[in-house]
């Protein structure tokens, strides 16, 4: 067996692709867009070694046109979650025995299978399956995916590399950092792809084996982040890729004695219900799980009457209404001051009249759909409750239309009341709502931004006075996870800006850091005296 401390490659963060006319890969990306629109694809859930297809079949749609069948998945039950648990159990020996350089082998291979020859599929199934328009998948799906898995990889050698001071004195002191005793459960969103594949990998990376159960809107892509796995030589029984209703998996694997973990994205009100759970069931478990959990927000702009208005104007437009608002993100309230109202107001307008809406195939589009019925229908109920509300006034979009794609306008609503409801709570689609302030109660308006929303996950300042960015920022220190100036609150990127908030944001774990691989192992500290006591009596002891 090789032994050696070894370099991994300095990782970098993936170029983006422009998909711009005339471009190799718009041509490439087109070109597999239509091949898998004219392939129906049979999904099995990958249980150790099997792919399982239980015949209980259910159909995968683009939600920009839902009669389209791009192929179905096969629906598991309560037999496959154990079945996938038995795996991840009986892998797990020969995983984390395995040499960590070549666990490293693994990922690194997989960022590369996603950065050459699976690019185009991986971007193409996101566009079909969650309907992101070229850019929106390419900095998903492909950029940020890859970026994780790079970036882990280094990560995870400085972990390994942290070790005590040597004390001397005949005692050598280290550690070594255990995967954690039991396995892992890993339950994906739709909205990221990078997200689905980052939070079984990441824990597998440190040695854990893994039970994934995606959002059934998201298998499509998940599908081919599998197909990425086995080829990379993520070992059977490792990841195992199982399609149950969240009850039916919950009921097993927290109730199980080896549940170890959970690596979980989604909303607040699941991720509360599975913490009571956990607790509930505390005694059951061999060790205390690990809870990791990035949950909604209610993301928010702010800015101060020296900001630029156009600059304002482009956050909102980019920070709101990127694939559709479906961001944990997302900027969802603003607050603007009155004596720029007007000019970010035109600048606003002007940008979402230029928008297009329509299916992802067509490139021209900036707006697409929403990712399902359920969404559409919560969605369109905020924006006609808001028509008919007192104070508030619709002021873009408010159309949405679900006969042949689940399309919703890009929405804006101004309100005079800073406590509506739609500037309180998570709406998950394209509806921003902007309260506008008297330019001169500024720091009035940060303390609103503080405490109308419960979440703290991202939010964005825009000023050209230095002070008042010194202001909000202090401010609003517990009001955001990532925090940015001059910039809209989204994208996040692996290795720069660490994602994750707290409050009823969640634990703030900071995926795309070395924090978030913490979670995943359990340290064990070894003390070795070279030559050992042979009489218990200390020198003190001795006699004047």
Known sequence: MLKGFFNVPEPVNEPVKSYAPGSPERKELQEMLKSLRNLQVDVPMFIGSEEVRTGNKKPM??????????????????????????AALGAKEAWESMEWEQRAAIFLKAADLLAGPYRAKINAATMLGQSKNAMQAEIDAACEFIDFLRFNVKYMTEIYGQQPPVSGNGVWNRVEQRPLEGFVFALTPFNFTAIAGNLPASAAMMGNTVVWKPAYTQIYSANVLMEVFKEAGVPDGVINLIYVDGPTAGDIIFNHPDFAGIHFTGSTGVFQHIWKTIGENIYKYKSYPRIVGETGGKDFVVAHKSANPKAVAVGLSRGA??????KCSAASRAYIPSNIWGDVKKYLLEDLASMKMGPTEDFTNFINAVIDEKAFDKISKYIDNAKTAEGVEVIAGGNHDKSKGYFIEPTVLVVEDPMYTTMQEEIFGPVLTIYVYNSEHFEEALEL?????????TGAVFSTDRYAIELATQKLRNAAGNFYINDKPTGAVVGQQPFGGARASGTNDKAGSMINLLRWVSPRTIKETFVSPVDYRYPFLGED
């Open 321 to 326: 209404f990127e694939f559709q608002g479906q």
């Open 449 to 457: 931004v503080d405490q109308t929303s419960p979440y703290a996950l």
């Open 61 to 86: 749609s683009p939600p920009h046109d839902h009669q389209h069948i791009l192929g179905h998945f096969h629906e598991g039950d309560e037999s496959h979650v154990n079945q996938a648990i038995n």
